[in-house]
């Protein structure tokens, strides 16, 4: 497993005892702009003492409506992966590198637009706390903005997918897509590809807990 130096996540992030205390305390967070626009945070979402966690980028305008992660269109197609890989979702604790939406109004819509690496590494203040208290067995890093909060520049999704890194904090960190790729395959055929090849992660992730 390669050790990496430097990435965002590098601190132990929010002091605090439980996902509770640390969720409320981020509801009220100010520590970039992004609160400014946003309907609400949305904080990560499952068991406790989950082995897994899924990391997404940040919520998307349904999540941020809804206020949970992963709820929208990615978040549903995640869903039917994970079944189709034989992972329940309910016993995966699910969240997001960047827990506000960042979005560019256009007319009547709010058109997702990428987290910067700054917000990206402040933002890690809570996830780092999230991490914490969960303890996962291993990470799951959906897509660069995730693989970049959890493990740093180094690594980039299209060589590294399928890999697992030692983070600088101990954790054990699987790279894959962010399942958002899948939903912009215009190709039927390459789409079903993309689909297989992205189940067929998730059942490398189930196969590793499985293994312990
Ligand atoms: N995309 C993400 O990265 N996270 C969500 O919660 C929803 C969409």
């Not at 549903?76 to 109004?105: M, Q, W």
């Not at 917000?119 to 780092?128: G, I, K, N, P």
Request: hydrophobic fraction near 40%; charged fraction near 25%; aromatic fraction near 6%.
């Amino acid at each position: 497993m390669a050790e990496l130096v430097g990435p965002a996540l590098t601190q132990p992030g929010a002091p605090g005892a439980s996902l509770d205390e640390i969720h409320r305390e981020a509801t009220i967070c100010t520590r970039c702009e992004l609160y400014k626009h946003a309907a609400q945070l949305v904080f990560g979402e499952g068991p406790k003492g989950a082995e897994v966690v899924f990391v997404g980028e940040q919520p998307g305008d349904k999540e941020d409506v809804a206020g949970q992660p992963f709820v929208g269109p990615a978040g549903k197609l995640l869903d039917r992966c994970l079944e189709e890989a034989g992972i329940e979702r309910a016993s995966c604790y699910v969240t997001n590198a960047v827990k506000h939406f960042k979005f560019e109004p256009r007319g009547k819509r709010r058109i997702h637009a990428k987290p910067t690496r700054g917000e990206v590494r402040v933002c890690a203040w809570w996830l780092a706390a999230e991490l914490r208290l969960v303890r996962p067995k291993l990470v799951v890093a959906l897509g660069a903005t995730a693989a970049y909060s959890l493990l740093g520049p180094q690594v980039k999704v299209t060589r590294d997918r399928g890999s697992v890194f030692r983070s600088p904090v101990g954790l054990s960190v699987f790279v894959t897509i962010h399942p958002s790729a899948l939903l912009r395959v215009l190709d039927q055929a390459a789409g079903r590809q993309d689909r297989a090849r992205f189940v067929n992660d998730l059942k490398a992730i189930a196969t590793l807990l499985e293994d312990g």
